[in-house]
């Protein structure tokens, strides 16, 4: 952890030791399997790879405000803030849960094999999918106030959190890359109609099951 002796050669203080402990942890936290991910997996089945990571530059662009925020301070006074805190909470998850209907409602593509590989919705559509799923989301700020702390360099503060932010966001962009890859792979395997619109149905599942585990979620004491 950041208390590991070491050559100071990041920052003034931040040792490599530090690096490469914070990689490993975060990129566990960026490979779990939660919504946005599951976004990955759905846009990729959909409209393929490039799609999927060009739409996630909306869910980049939401992790690196949160950073911002949480670097200045902010983040520690929305997770104190019980009604911030629920306001947050309760519009993501009725964001999560809105999107889990209309991909249950969704079908699979009424033109056969070729069109089941095209996108239904605009890449700027998407895009906000994203964006809206992970700024909606008050326990992402949890991995910038808890998380990162353990590992931020007291002496240089601000050049070891936007370290630590930068190589958050790589990883974050790996792991998306992960799972639109599996998601392009799935996708092959909906050669028709009926298995498309099953997958709907999975993934809208699936998206209305986080909704409702974010709607249960309390604020950290």
């Given amino acids: 952890m950041s208390s590991l002796q070491s050559p100071p050669i990041l920052g003034r203080n931040m040792s490599l030791h530090t690096i490469l402990w914070f990689i490993p942890a975060c990129f566990a936290l960026n490979m779990a399997f939660g919504p946005n991910n599951l976004l990955s997996l759905t846009n990729a089945m959909r409209g393929g790879i490039g799609i999927a990571l060009a739409a996630s530059l909306g869910r980049l662009v939401a992790f690196a405000i949160m950073i911002a925020v949480t670097a200045l301070g902010l983040g520690a006074l929305l997770i104190a803030s019980e009604l911030a805190f629920s306001a947050v909470k309760w519009a993501g998850a009725a964001y999560l849960v809105w999107l889990g209907i209309k991909l249950l409602r969704a079908g699979g593509p009424k033109l056969g094999a070729v069109e089941a590989t095209r996108p239904v919705r605009s890449l700027s559509v998407l895009a906000r999918q994203e964006f809206w799923v992970a700024i909606g989301n008050p326990k992402a700020i949890l991995i910038f106030t808890a998380f990162f702390p353990q590992f931020i360099d007291r ?19 790996a792991a998306i890359a992960i799972y639109s890859l599996i998601g392009s792979h799935l996708g092959r395997f909906a050669t028709n109609s009926k298995a498309f619109s099953w997958m709907n149905r999975l993934s809208g599942g699936m998206m209305i099951a986080f909704g409702a585990m974010l709607a249960l979620a309390r604020r950290p004491a």
Avoid: K, M, Q, T
């Fill in 155 to 173: 002496n240089d503060y601000a050049a070891s959190f936007a370290l630590l932010g930068v190589i958050f966001l790589l990883l974050e962009l």
